[in-house]
């Protein structure tokens, strides 16, 4: 299984970016995927998940700002990033659920390697 995370980059303040999950050896639509971000120093958390059946769930800290989406034709999830903050730079990671609490890493069983937001004020 591999999951390709792209689509990062440097924007300003206020501008938005749209993040790619695509996958290779699995069906993401038969999973729950997240979006998970790691600023330099802090832990990795949680941002965002869509399960199979489409549900979404978001960090409070993105509600209303960020939205996480599938198309299932291209095997590919998304996350659309509004109104960007400089406290929303970080790696971006997708991950697929395999069990137990969403927000918690623990839970899930492939990673993809990341993509880099940077949001200049």
């Known amino acids: 299984v591999q999951l390709q995370a792209s689509g990062g980059g440097l924007v300003q303040a206020g501008g938005s970016l749209r993040l790619s999950c695509s996958a290779s050896g699995r069906t993401l639509s038969n999973y729950g995927v997240s979006w998970f971000r790691q600023a330099p120093g802090k832990e990795r958390e949680f941002v965002a998940i869509?399960?199979?059946?489409?549900?979404?769930t978001y960090a409070d800290s993105v509600k209303g700002r960020f939205a996480i989406s599938r198309d299932n034709a291209k095997n590919t999830v998304y996350l659309q990033m509004n109104s960007l903050k400089p406290a929303d730079t970080a790696v971006y990671y997708c991950a697929t659920h395999y069990s137990g609490t969403y927000s918690y890493t623990g839970a899930y069983d492939s990673w993809g390697q990341g993509t880099l937001v940077t949001v200049s004020s």
């Open positions: 869509i399960s199979g059946s489409t549900s979404t």
